[in-house]
T-cell receptor, first 112, second 116 residues
Framework: SQKIEQNSEALNIQEGKTATLTCNYT??????LQWYRQDPGRGPVFLLL?????KEKRKERLKVTFDTTLKQSLFHITASQPADSATYLC???????????FGQGTELSVKP | NAGVTQTPKFQVLKTGQSMTLQCAQD?????MSWYRQDPGMGLRLIHY???????DQGEVPNGYNVSRSTTEDFPLRLLSAAPSQTSVYFC???????????????FGEGSWLTVV
């Protein structure tokens, strides 16, 4: 079965630096991959989607890359701010089965 | 726009009790789903619906029932609560051609359920 792994340890960085979060998967490449932000006590909020034929997507300070050879997606937040502190989830959609599978999330803490 | 509304926010149940988690959306979305989120695990799909009158099982359906009588509402029923069902439950909705096309999925704020 498909497995998704995100950094289980929290990521602590200094304000202004670039945060990089990792999402690794096994076996088949997904049709697309999504990144969500989740604040404590709230539901996930969609951020970005990248498809299997795309290498990179950007939205304001966010950048997502997708490497099907490495079976990995990287999520970057440039010029990070304390307000970026949250848990970030990746989710992969596979045409086989037609389901969206979520990773367990990585907690990001940006210190002033 | 209210988006996806879940009630209750918090609930404590005794083992064996039944209850219904309510979910409503006002975006006229055809696709609705229920997930549970447990520490150290990703969101896991319980049940989903692609439209009124149509439901199907997800990854972890045992112990839960759903129905979809209207486009707006998608309640999740716990038939006989067990401690293993202690979790945070999220309802979500999206347009009728998602998730295959990747359209945005909108999540509710969550329902914290404790079974003692």
């Amino acid at each position: 079965s498909q497995k998704i792994e995100q950094n289980s340890e929290a990521l602590n960085i200094q304000e202004g630096k670039t945060a990089t979060l990792t999402c690794n998967y096994t076996n088949y490449s997904p049709a697309y991959l999504q990144w969500y932000r989740q604040d404590p006590g709230r539901g996930p909020v969609f951020l970005l989607l990248i498809r299997e034929n795309e290498k990179e997507k950007r939205k304001e300070r966010l950048k997502v890359t997708f490497d099907t050879t490495l079976k990995q997606s990287l999520f970057h937040i440039t010029a990070s701010q304390p307000a970026d502190s949250a848990t970030y989830l990746c989710a992969l959609f596979y045409n086989q089965g037609g389901k969206l599978i979520f990773g367990q999330g990585t907690e990001l803490s940006v210190k002033p | 726009n209210a988006g996806v509304t879940q009630t209750p926010k918090f609930q404590v149940l005794k083992t064996g009790q039944s209850m219904t988690l309510q979910c409503a959306q006002d975006m006229n979305h055809e696709y609705m789903s229920w997930y549970r989120q447990d520490p150290g695990m990703g969101l896991r799909l319980i049940h989903y619906s692609v439209g009124a009158g149509i439901t199907d099982q997800g990854e972890v359906p045992n112990g839960y029932n759903v129905s979809r009588s209207t486009t707006e509402d998608f309640p999740l029923r716990l038939l006989s609560a067990a401690p293993s069902q202690t979790s945070v439950y999220f309802c979500a909705s999206s347009r009728d051609d998602s998730p295959p096309t990747g359209n945005t999925i909108y999540f509710g704020e969550g329902s914290w359920l404790t079974v003692v």
